[in-house]
């Protein structure tokens, strides 16, 4: 049987606190600090969560009153599908 490898990513959410674990983006190794923790520093979440998903930064701004609503903004990005009523 072939085993699956695991991405370092998974890895580091799996790992216990205080324990040693390598950051998936700059591989820079340091101490588990928090349960959640998967990253070294915010940098590199981000720079990883934009690899997996390039758009995201279409979002990047949306607290601002710009008058669209949610609906207008998926539709806008063509990101979800709504059973409008015509």
Known sequence: MKLKKKGLYRTNKEAKVGEIIECPVCHIKF???QWAQAFCC???????WNRQNPDRHKYADCSADDGMSDHDWD???GVAEYNDAE
């Open 75 to 77: 539709e806008a990005f």
């Open 42 to 48: 915010g940098h590199c979440k981000d720079k990883f």
């Open 31 to 33: 101490k588990k600090i």
